[in-house]
């Protein structure tokens, strides 16, 4: 799903809300899960609202995909959200998955 | 004998320290320079001040709340006009030095209100103001630099040392953390690998390209030294120059290489003033008045 529709405040430093409500409480594991899960029922609120004629959702699952830096590929210009198909399978990881109730 | 002598003599250096009168101009210089990067960081800010403080945004349950447990409601949507045209005269208020106290507690009980009604958004900055605008609160202030006419421009130097420590401390604590707790010391590319993360600006991009590793290992040990020497370059008057020339830099490549954070950089580097003599001050505040706020800024007796 596009971020901007869910979180529109810019990256300050290197972090954004999502990235804050995904990974803060890292070391309460309980409370970080439970922040987590409120943060899915958000997200399926909103996207119904969003798309008033789609199916609701029925789960979701928060996915982090990780990129290298590497000498032979050096970017010229500034960060850029990848798009989640563009990983190697290997470089993805789920956060969570959350089952939505109906 | 000599040993009370010596006990007498450095107790009153160190309440000297602390409690000598000073004037007032480096506090009032300080907090117009902090009031205008409030401004720039808020203004930034307020542009996703509905998500940030109305039920748009996503909000943690009091229950889950995961720094302060203090739990604030949110705004209705129509009210954020209001709150925000409170918010900014404030801190209009505390540039220009009117009614400052107010002004001051205004500032501070927004900033609380923000910080508390979304953590997410939350950042060092709003922690850092939060405690210097506690601070200068409580503190003497001079009418410098202000709207308001008043005496007198004498004031007890310890909210100046309070600041000063807590820039030096702030600085080398993050060079220690560096020592401490990151790769810094063993990993070359630490600051070279950083510099592809999702604050890269546009800027970053072309020196990542233009720039070899090496000198960004270079950079990367510069980086260091600076923040664990802060504390000898800005306690010795005859190294401050290389401090402000050497910290400088290093906060204006920050702000240019990392998106946003020129507003972190900002507040850092109002407190530059600080360390300023206040002969500079006076001379700079007496160029500026060549300009057009002359009258709104005339320079009471001292």
């Excluded at chain 1, 979180?7 to 890292?26: C, H, P, V």
């Excluded at chain 1, 909103?46 to 590497?70: D, E, I, M």
Aim: net charge positive; aromatic share 16%.
């Amino acid at each position: 799903m596009p971020e901007r529709d869910y979180f529109q405040m810019e990256t300050f430093g290197y972090r954004t809300r999502l990235f804050e409500a995904l990974f803060l409480a890292k070391s309460q594991e309980t409370k970080g899960l439970a922040i987590q899960k409120e943060l899915a029922g958000w997200i399926a609120k909103r996207y119904t609202r969003l798309h008033p004629g789609q199916p609701k959702p029925r789960a979701v699952r928060f996915v982090a995909g990780l990129r290298r830096a590497n000498l032979e590929n050096v970017p010229s210009k500034r960060w850029q959200t990848t798009p989640l198909e563009s990983f190697a399978k290997e470089d993805l990881y789920i956060i969570s998955t959350h089952r939505i109730a109906p | 004998m000599n040993d009370r002598l010596f006990k007498n003599k450095l107790m009153g250096r160190f309440i000297g320290f602390w409690f000598e009168t000073t004037d007032t101009i480096r506090l009032d210089t300080f907090r117009m320079c902090l009031g205008i990067s409030i401004l720039l960081y808020m203004g930034f800010r307020w542009q996703y001040a509905d998500e940030w403080l109305t039920r748009e945004g996503f909000h943690i349950s009091a229950q889950n709340l995961p720094f302060l447990s203090m739990k604030v409601p949110l705004l209705p949507l129509l009210f954020l006009p209001i709150f925000g045209a409170f918010f900014f005269a404030s801190i209009l208020a505390l540039i220009v030095g009117w009614q400052t106290r107010w002004a001051i507690w205004s500032v501070w009980g927004c900033l609380l209100y923000v910080t508390c009604a979304d953590q997410l958004a939350a950042f060092s900055p709003n922690k850092i103001l939060l405690a210097v605008l506690f601070i200068l609160g409580f503190a003497p202030f001079g009418t410098y630099w202000s709207v308001s006419k008043g005496q007198p421009q004498r004031q007890p130097v310890w909210p100046v040392r309070v600041f000063q420590i807590t820039m030096i401390v702030h600085f080398f604590m993050a060079g220690w953390a560096k020592v401490v707790f990151g790769e810094w010391m063993t990993n070359p590319l630490v600051l070279w690998t950083q510099m592809h993360g999702t604050y890269r600006t546009h800027f970053a991009g072309f020196l990542l390209n233009l720039l070899s590793p090496k000198v960004w290992t270079f950079m990367q040990i510069n980086a260091l030294l600076v923040e664990l020497l802060s504390p000898f370059l800005f306690i010795s008057k005859k190294l401050r120059w290389l401090g402000f020339l050497w910290m400088g830099s290093l906060l204006i490549m920050i702000a240019l290489t990392m998106k946003h954070l020129i507003y972190f950089m900002l507040i850092i580097a109002s407190f530059f003033v600080l360390f300023v003599e206040e002969d500079a001050l006076h001379r700079f505040r007496k160029s500026i008045n060549v300009f057009s706020v002359k009258r709104a800024f005339e320079k009471p007796e001292r």
